[in-house]
């Protein structure tokens, strides 16, 4: 028996997980996978009526769970930050989910601006380094308000968060094994110290317990060119939080746009949180016009880090077929169907599979 905890969040995050457990229950059916859930009400409006952010001792009650579904977060009437650092960087750091996992993968029906693009070209994974870099939130400020204020933001790098991120992304490559080619992707040009680490873990792990896996090097910015480009040079491409952060945006949009999106947050010796990247889109909220499509492809990902293989395979092949023969696009509102239908259909599919 799973124990999965649903943090439903804000905004239409709610509406969007729900559809994601309708589709995992059916699947559970399916090939007889055995789970419960719980849910928690961590966020806008709970921070509004309490003042709190999270409750003590979130990240403990969280440990006892074998995974975490998120819906959204971020409130309107609640300033930008407060709960995007309070709940999902606390959390991330708290239980240590040192990897960001991305696929970035374009399927048959689905839009993308790039021209002369399919589906066989856009096929790829990011392995984002989660717990260190910019966003550990070392640094300071100096004469704050005056014409002489100081901001320094510090980038902390250490040889153990960077030695595993490194590792997971050989992995990947491995399991994928599509072209076995990790692409690093770093700035060893100007950020001399920093990437110097990484380079050097980079090549010595790679020699080292990797042979197998080819390696390659990209400078950030030549990466967000050549994804747009030519995406179908990437199998795995592997970098830090602040430069992931960026690059995965730029995914989202060349896979179809954030309703197909989704990603993990993944401790693999521990508990990992699954979501849609997207954000919590309020104007939406009650409306039905969400798609519901990148929270069931994060329930695909969660099924597949548990080991449940068969279950995630299903959920992909139903996904696959609702999109590209029965919705009409992947923007909210241009559907062709509601939020809650979307999720039916999809669990439907699953049924005849």
């Known amino acids: 028996m799973k124990r999965i905890a649903v ?17 995992l229950d059916a699947v559970a059916k399916k090939v007889g996978f055995e789970y419960e859930t719980e849910d928690f009400n961590w966020g806008g409006d709970r921070y509004l009526e309490t003042g ?97 204020e100081i901001a320094v933001q510090e980038s902390i790098n250490t040889r153990l968060g960077v030695e595993r991120c490194l590792r997971f992304a050989f992995e990947v490559a491995r399991k994928r094994n599509k072209t076995n080619t990790v ?22 792990i790679g020699e080292a317990d990797y042979p197998d896996i080819k390696r390659d090097y990209a400078h950030v910015d030549a990466t967000c060119m050549w994804m747009v480009k030519n995406p179908e040079w990437f199998d795995v491409i592997v970098t830090d939080n602040i430069f ?38 309020p104007k939406y909220t009650g409306t039905g016009k969400i798609n519901p499509m990148a929270s069931i492809f994060s329930v695909q990902m969660m099924l597949d880090q548990m080991g449940e293989t068969k279950a995630a395979e299903i959920v992909e092949k139903a996904c696959i077929t609702v999109i590209s023969g029965k919705m009409e696009s992947m923007a909210a509102g241009k559907m062709g169907m509601t939020t809650t239908q979307v999720g039916d259909t999809v669990a439907e599919e699953i049924d005849k599979l």
């Open 7 to 23: 943090l439903g969040g804000d905004g239409t995050g709610p509406e969007v997980v729900a559809e994601g457990i309708k589709c």
């Open 52 to 148: 709190e952010v999270l409750p003590e001792g979130a990240a403990d009650t969280l440990r006892k769970f074998d995974a975490v579904l998120l819906g959204a977060i971020g409130h309107p009437d609640v300033k930008p930050g407060i709960l995007e650092k309070g709940i999902l960087l606390n959390l991330r750091f708290a239980l240590d989910q040192y990897i960001n996992l991305r696929p970035v993968k374009l399927y048959e029906g689905v839009e993308t601006p790039l021209a002369n693009k399919g589906p066989e070209d856009i096929d790829f994974v990011v392995v984002r380094e989660n717990t260190e870099g910019l966003y550990v939130g070392s640094g300071g400020s100096m004469k704050k308000g005056t014409a002489n």
């Open 183 to 204: 692409t690093l992707c770093g700035k060893t040009n100007v950020l001399t110290f920093a990437w110097d680490l990484w380079e050097r873990a980079f090549h010595e």
């Open 244 to 281: 992931g952060d960026i690059i995965t945006d730029l995914g989202a949009v060349i896979q179809g746009g954030m309703g197909i999106a989704a990603g993990g947050n993944l401790n693999p010796e521990g508990v990992s949180m699954y979501e849609p990247i997207g954000g919590s889109a």
